[in-house]
T-cell receptor, first 113, second 117 residues
């Protein structure tokens, strides 16, 4: 079975540009999570969805960040406008149930110049 | 609030040595789940184990073993006869009740394990 698929794997862009990260969860998984990993702050949960509905977005750093899940097989995390401090690895994960393990994608390494 | 503490930031061992990674957690929930994940140098996060709060039995999987002790709020991970391929960052994580009644993961800061040949 295919795992969680994220794209792009790497993104380098200039400050002020819009960035869109994409995620395809494992088929049948009802939960989808977006995380950010930095050296300073470690792994942080940004937002998660259950059945395409956002449940908790309290980890989203500010209004420049937004996430959507238009259907069960696709989610996006958007940063507009991007800033250098947004540089990090962004992971998407999915799970079949709230108590089941989360399976992570390979991450998107984002660099904002 | 949920909290996971991995006090060991970095550990270096020589191949074939045993090594234990410590994890201490805090939660007010009576039902919770503990996890270990591995992040090798390639960067992906790999699930290793899940343990629920009602099951304190130790678990062994090959060279890996886990010791869960509710009395000390610890969930330690031991690698026996370590190998170079075990070099990675290991994360302990806890899920409890969050907003909406669901259970997002809270991760520790991770322990970087280096196994030297």
């Amino acid at each position: 079975d295919a795992g969680v698929i994220q794209s792009p794997r790497h993104e380098v862009t200039e400050m002020g540009q819009e960035v869109t990260l994409r995620c395809k969860p494992i088929s049948g998984h009802d939960y989808l999570f977006w995380y950010r990993q930095t050296m300073m702050r470690g792994l942080e949960l940004l937002i998660y969805f259950n059945n395409n509905v956002p449940i908790d977005d309290s980890g989203m750093p500010e209004d420049r960040f937004s996430a959507k899940m238009p259907n069960a097989s696709f989610s996006t995390l958007k940063i507009q406008p991007s800033e250098p401090r947004d540089s990090a690895v962004y992971f998407c994960a999915s799970s079949s149930d709230r108590n089941q393990p989360q399976h992570f994608g390979d991450g998107t390494r984002l660099s904002i110049l | 609030a949920q909290k996971v503490t991995q006090a060991q930031t970095e550990i270096s061992v020589v191949e074939k040595e045993d090594v234990t990674l410590d994890c201490v957690y805090e939660t007010r929930d009576t039902t919770y789940y503990l996890f270990w994940y591995k992040q090798p140098p390639s960067g992906e996060l790999v699930f290793l184990i899940r343990r629920n709060s009602f099951d304190e039995q130790n678990e062994i999987s090959g060279r890996y073993s886990w010791n869960f002790q509710k009395s000390t709020s610890s969930f330690n991970f031991t690698i026996t006869a370590s190998q170079v391929v075990d070099s990675a960052v290991y994360f302990c994580a806890l899920s409890g009740r969050g907003k909406g009644g669901n259970t997002p993961l809270v991760f520790g800061k991770g322990t970087r394990l280096s196994v030297i040949a």
